[in-house]
């Protein structure tokens, strides 16, 4: 139940945040919601990574159809993809997972490490 009330938090203030904020804002609400949902730090990655691969995949595959594939196919003829729209997207949408797991790895472990240390005190 953590997981995906984890999962839809996390994609709805990423995509909430980046309407405002630049686009690092998507590590920000990863880091939040794993410090305030707490789950186990495999399981918090799992879910900042998920959680961001999906949306900025269907973000940017929206956007890629809306235009007929032309920035895209533009884009990926630049870079080594052979002018693959789909492999830009799939990168896109990895680029923007490991940034959202990464982020919710790092307040996994801030909330396991700042309870450590109540315990000490």
Do not use: C
């Amino acid at each position: 139940m953590k997981f995906i009330a984890a999962l839809i938090v996390t994609a709805l203030l990423s995509f909430a945040g980046s309407l405002f904020f630049p686009w690092w804002i998507i590590a920000v609400a990863a880091f939040i919601v794993s410090v305030f949902i707490h789950q186990k730090a495999l399981l918090a990655f799992i879910t900042g990574f998920l959680a961001l691969f999906l949306l900025w995949g269907i973000q940017s595959f929206y956007i890629d159809y809306t235009n007929d594939h032309l920035l895209a196919t533009k884009i990926a003829n630049v870079l080594p993809l052979g002018g693959n729209y789909i492999l830009l997207i799939f990168i896109t949408a990895l680029v923007g997972g490991l940034v959202g797991g990464m982020a919710a790895l790092t307040g996994s472990f801030t909330r396991l490490s700042s309870n450590q240390s109540r315990e000490i005190l």
